[in-house]
């Protein structure tokens, strides 16, 4: 990844410097349990004045988590796709590079990356991965034009299996929802005079 892009690091800050409006920031933390694949608004803001010292992910950067409790949290990233520039965590990396990065960011939810990820992570209270070894992971570089098919394509499946409106979510409701019915119906007897 390294000979197509650049790494940078995020900047510090703390969970109580985040507040709910301000300059746009991505918590690492965050990374795990409010983002997707992409995402187009942040969760919380800074202040001005911290938000001056920061590092900023631009529209169709990626954020790569580099640290987490585990192996299998390092290397989750998103696709930046606001208009507005992010702070972002120094528990993350920013990448820059000229691939699609909604093709990128599902590379980056792929075995093949998470197996090269565990094989450079550091391992002691919080495991890491350095920006070092990131740009060492070696990933499919195919024409822009298949980029952007592929990743249409892996975006309707992820919509299709995560959205609640449609999709295999709505779905299951849907058939739950019959059961339901149908168990009722079935189960609803006469009293016998």
Known sequence: MGEIGT????KRFVRSDIQMQGVP???????????GLFATATLGFLN????????????????????????????????????????????CFIFRSNLNP?????????????????????????????????????????PIAIQEKIAKILDR???LVNDL?????????AVKEQYEYYRNKLLTFKKIA
Not at 7 to 10: L, P, T
Not at 167 to 173: D, F, K, M, N, R
């Open 25 to 35: 920031c991505i918590h690492y933390g965050d990374m795990y349990t409010h983002y």
């Open 165 to 173: 409106s449609q999709g295999l979510p709505a779905e299951i409701a």
């Open 7 to 10: 790494f940078i690091r995020g």
């Open 102 to 142: 909604h093709y990128l960011s599902h590379i980056c939810r792929s075995s093949y990356y998470h197996k090269q990820i565990k094989m450079f992570a550091n391992e002691a209270k919080i495991c890491s991965v350095s920006g070092t070894d990131l740009a060492k992971i070696k990933i499919p570089v195919p």
């Open 48 to 91: 001005e004045d911290l938000a001056k010292k920061m590092r900023f992910a631009n529209k169709n950067d990626i954020v790569i988590v580099a640290a987490g409790e585990n192996k299998d949290d390092l290397g989750n990233a998103l696709a930046w796709m606001g208009e507005e520039p992010a702070a972002v965590h120094d528990a």
């Open 157 to 159: 499946f992820e919509a």
